[in-house]
């Protein structure tokens, strides 16, 4: 059963000047390219932002916008060898909309081209019971790499990229159609209290 289209792009950054517009929107075109129905979750958007000092009516929008999302892809930066702290207060704020979902990851930054922040992110993906996907894209210094379009410049990065993407989409396209699946045949939620009493 196919199914597993609807992916939510969170940008990681809500810096001013922010490099992630323009990796998330060659992330989110070649997520189309390949079958997806991409739709952007920015931590900056006004009516999202809030969820930052815990306004409820912010975070009830964010669970609005990841309700029912067949998995999600994050596009963030590396800020001092980790996920920025907006980005964990946003994962943080919600639960169930996480629960069984796949996430893929793809960062940037210096020359560690934010592998850093991904891996501190599977940790606390698990903790919210996703899965993170193996294959992960990884982008150094993308100021040189993307024109203000989200384009790769040079014909070789580019190609190198779209390959790249190619296996991303592939493992994110099974596990969203996996887990689509296994949740109409049993939904994922919490356990009760007994459930493991022997």
């Known amino acids: 059963m196919t199914q597993g289209n609807r992916i939510v792009v969170i940008l ?20 189309s390219d390949h079958g ?8 900056a958007d006004p009516e999202i932002l809030p969820v930052q000092i815990g306004d409820k009516q912010a975070i009830k929008r964010l669970q609005e916008r990841m309700k029912g999302a067949d998995g999600f892809v994050i596009v963030t930066p590396e800020y001092n060898h980790a996920e920025p702290g907006h980005l964990k207060t ?27 922040a991904i891996e501190a992110l599977r940790v606390i993906l698990a903790e919210l019971h996703t899965v993170t996907i193996r294959d992960t894209l990884s982008f150094a210094s993308p100021w040189r790499r993307f024109d203000e379009l989200g384009r790769i410049l040079d014909a070789d990065d580019r190609a190198a990229a779209e390959a790249a993407m190619a296996v991303f989409a592939h493992r994110l396209r099974w596990w969203t159609d996996s887990l689509a699946d296994a949740r109409i045949a049993r939904p994922y939620d919490r356990p009760e209290a007994g459930d493991f009493e022997v």
């Open 12 to 31: 990681g950054s809500i810096r001013e000047g922010r490099i992630n517009d323009r990796v998330a929107a060659w992330v989110s075109a070649q997520l």
């Open 36 to 43: 997806f129905a991409p739709e952007i979750l920015d931590p």
């Open 90 to 116: 946003l994962i943080d704020s919600v639960t169930a909309e996480w629960w069984a979902r796949p996430v893929g990851l793809i960062g940037y930054g210096g020359i560690s081209g934010g592998l850093r």
